[in-house]
């Protein structure tokens, strides 16, 4: 086992000092790795703040729910009731009076309520439920509407169901980015790790005639490409986290416009490291095909 | 101990380098194998190296038939054997040290103990003041005493020499020869393959000689 690990930490050190040893062709590389790894990482993250961007969007996948005006306080408290057993689902109780109040505060419409004999409007509950999915809204919004003296039940499921598509379309493109981009992660490992074979075959044939196993001489070149990958996966999550922080200024002033606040999410210690682990996975992969293949030419 | 029965080796187009060679080499001795230039000797060698599989025949080292090793157990024979090649195969990338250091990291021996029994390697054959140096930096003898060090620094029960003189002075052959000797007093079985009919005069081991892939 001691020798396993020995072996291990040498073909890592090894895989290191090749790094090293041609800083411009590493630099390349890297780039190159960091750039394929940037494209979908940070559609990831654009597409990760467009969602929470419309959830916190008022009105945006809430649903409405009016109760009728002949409703007395004891059918309101049963509605309340019936919402807090709705465990998928947070709720606030909006009093016709309150909803009043805040109307005539409305410079529009100040007027019009003032000449109003009585209060014309419904006790109201606005529901947030935790499923914005639009299956899951409209299947809730069936239920509430089905309740006792719920007057009427309203969602924008339009919108919600073209935010949804957006967002699975997004997705999709993303998913279509990383395959390809890290397709081509894999094609630079590959020929890195080829140009290195052939660069080390005096070294390989070698260690082949004193009794080197095929993981012997196999083993640096894993290393070579996962820590390539590994390091090419950190540059790209570097160049998202200064994107968005680039990004941010802009981004809050625009929201400031529509008189809201969004603070752009950057991706945290968990996705820097999955990015990483990416990076090293489709590193390893690339450097496992082309040793097989390179390494034929010693057979 | 080294037994060859029959044993062949036909290279495609159909040349035997080797044909039909039997012959029985005990533990600790030294034998040359000698011959013309395409005699056989370099296959007899890396045939004994395992470094090419018999057509036909056997080979047993040290108990072990070679000829019918599995693919993946091959390796494992091979650190049984130090081998010197006709053009030394050093790394010119690397030092001296580095180089006696191969086998023993093929081995996965700790780094302090490859250092130490890498420098132990280079002090025996007088190489150890250049263990910093690049071998290109070395002259033609040093070359061959430091791809010597690199062959016995594994501590090989058989030691595989193929032409190791060739290209040398005579001083730093008989350099080259003594080193030998001193090994094979020490118990390592030496096999080198020649053509210097010096080793042949100064040398007191056995001889087979090949002719066209014969023994003769």
Known sequence: MRRWLSQHRAAFRLALRRLVATPLNTLLSLLVIGIALTLPAFGYVALDNLRELGQSASGVQQISLFMDTAATKKDVAEIENRLRAVSTAKFTFVPRDEALKRLQKSDEMAEIVASLPRNPLPDAFIVEPVNTGPEALEVLRQELAGWPKVAHVQLDSAWVKRFDAFLRLGKLAVLLLAGLFGAGLVAVTFNTIRLQVMAQAAEIEVARMIGATDAFIRRPFYYFGALQGALGGLLAAALVLGALHLLSGPVGELAALYGGSFVLHAPDAIDVALLTGLGALLGWIGGQLSVSLSLRQFD | ?216
């Open chain 2, 1 to 216: 101990m080294i037994v060859a029965n029959n044993l062949t080796k036909r290279y495609p187009g159909g040349f035997d380098a080797v044909r039909d060679v039997s012959f029985q080499i005990g533990a600790g001795h030294m034998v040359l194998i000698t011959g013309h230039s395409g005699a056989g000797k370099t296959t007899l060698v890396k045939l004994i190296a395992s470094i090419e599989r018999p057509t036909s025949g056997s080979l047993v080292v040290n108990g072990q038939n070679l000829s019918a090793l599995r693919r993946s157990a091959i390796p494992y024979v091979r650190r049984h054997f130090g081998m010197i090649f006709q053009d030394q195969k050093l790394l010119f990338d690397r030092s001296a040290l580095d180089n006696v250091m191969l086998p023993l990291q093929i081995a996965g021996l700790s780094h302090r103990e490859t250092v130490r029994r890498a420098q132990a390697a280079l002090d025996k054959v007088g190489l150890l003041a250049r263990e910093k140096a690049n071998p290109i930096a070395l002259s033609g003898g040093e070359q061959q005493r430091l791809a010597i060090a690199r062959a016995v620094v594994n501590r090989p029960t058989v030691l595989l020499a193929d032409e190791p003189t060739a290209n040398l002075d005579n001083d730093s052959a008989h350099d080259i020869l003594e080193l030998f000797a001193d090994f094979n007093q020490v118990g390592v079985t030496v096999v080198v393959a020649t053509h210097d009919q010096s080793w042949v005069e100064h040398c007191r081991g056995n001889v087979l000689r090949l002719d066209h892939g014969r023994i003769v």
